[in-house]
């Protein structure tokens, strides 16, 4: 049997601390209710002492979703944890998620703490977390950059305190999905606790290797992974939510693992998250980008026509897009042409097609796109 891998969704938290991303409490629950109906598992609604603004947003996710686990982020002290258990109250299933850094980086120049006193910070913050909802999760922040051996001792004992599922973040994007993978195996085998909790991807897109780490990081083990719609978040974002589901499921012969998402709504989330975040998806963007399942050039056009699959490995049917599109360019052949013609209501001897085709290749050589207007009017034109 297949793996589940948990899908915990970031969207209203990290992804709305990308720069120029504002989401009202409305705004919030819509989204929120869009992702329970895809079948994520747990919903991060927000960082509840951050502002009454947060606190409400996540108080109300946690009062008005069901069916889903509603998780608030908190730091490793007792305010934050106070106020997030408070505004989960409501929920079915409350999860808080807390932690502080572990990278000698963050120690020093963030946190300015020793490993001891972050360790027994991190242990502290477990156990209280622990008194107000059975579900904590520890977040090991930047964990990309930390000593291993000094990553196993806080795993070891934030399990030992009571935590359901560590986070292990790359939270600079600095690792390599081979470092990243053997980060996650490497705990796995080393902890000698590591059976308790499940194992949790958290990674960022800075080098552009989120959704790679993120799988590695299945790989190696990990049973969770964090993610946003559209890959949205702190600088160059989070993995995208999207990417690694469509991911999974591709490549299942590699992974052996199932996530519960209807991947036939990731389009529909994905154009809500876009519309409400005021964040553009950009055409090229694997999985979900207007051009994901558009073909221009005559080669692949010959191929998708005859075979979806020569050059399609994911059918749009399967994220909710409607089909494979041919756009015609000066690149375009014979049979794309022939074929969008077809599709507007047209055909012709091959005489007249010829002459068609020839007119086609003069204007689209003047346009970027030759649409089904055109083409219209190239008929109407061409005796
Ligand atoms: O990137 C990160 O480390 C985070 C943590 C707060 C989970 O977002
Ligand atoms: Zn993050």
Not at 44 to 51: T, V
Not at 165 to 187: F, W
Not at 195 to 209: E, T, W
Not at 299 to 314: N, S
């Amino acid at each position: 049997m297949a793996d589940r891998v948990y899908v915990f969704d970031t969207t209203l938290r990290d992804g709305e601390q990308s720069p120029g991303v504002h989401l009202d409490v409305e705004a919030k629950l819509e989204i929120g209710r869009a992702l329970v109906d895809l079948g994520v598992d747990v919903i991060e609604a927000g960082f509840p002492i951050s502002s009454p603004g947060d606190f409400e947003s996540v108080n109300s996710l946690a009062k008005g979703l069901k069916g889903v686990t509603v998780c608030g982020l908190t730091r490793a002290k007792q305010a934050d944890i106070e106020c997030a258990a408070e505004a989960l109250k409501p929920a079915e299933r409350p999860r808080i998620h807390t932690g502080l850094g572990v990278s000698d980086n963050h120690l020093q120049h963030k946190l300015r703490m020793t490993r001891e006193q972050a360790l027994e910070a991190g242990v502290k913050a477990v156990r209280l977390a622990r008194n107000f909802v059975p579900d904590v999760e520890y977040f090991m922040e930047d964990s990309g950059r930390a000593d291993r051996a000094y990553v196993y001792q806080v795993v070891e004992a934030v399990i030992e305190a009571g935590a359901t599922v560590v986070n292990v973040p790359d939270t600079t994007g600095y690792t390599y999905p081979t470092e990243y993978g053997s980060l996650i195996q490497g705990i796995i085998e080393n902890v000698p606790n590591s059976h308790k909790a499940i194992f949790s991807c958290h990674c960022h897109n800075d080098l552009g290797m989120a959704t790679a780490n993120t799988l590695a990081g299945v790989l190696g083990g990990a049973r969770q992974v964090e993610v946003t719609v559209n890959g949205i978040g702190e600088r160059a974002g989070n993995t995208s939510l999207e990417e690694v589901v469509v991911a999974l499921k591709i490549r299942h012969d590699l992974f052996g693992c199932d996530t519960g998402i209807d991947t036939h709504k990731l389009l529909s989330v994905s154009r809500l998250v876009s519309k409400l975040t005021g964040m553009v998806v950009q055409r090229n963007k694997a999985v979900v980008g207007a051009n994901a399942y558009a073909h221009s050039s005559g080669i692949h056009q010959d191929g998708v026509l005859k075979e979806r699959t020569t050059y399609e490995i994911i059918d749009p049917h399967m994220v909710g897009a409607e089909k494979s599109e041919i756009i015609l360019t000066a690149r375009s052949g014979r049979h794309g042409v022939k074929h969008r013609l077809n599709e507007i209501g047209f055909s012709f001897t091959d005489d007249r097609f010829e002459k068609i085709y020839e007119q086609f290749l003069h204007i689209a050589d003047q346009k970027d796109e030759v649409t089904a207007e055109d083409l219209r009017r190239l008929v109407e034109t061409v005796k």
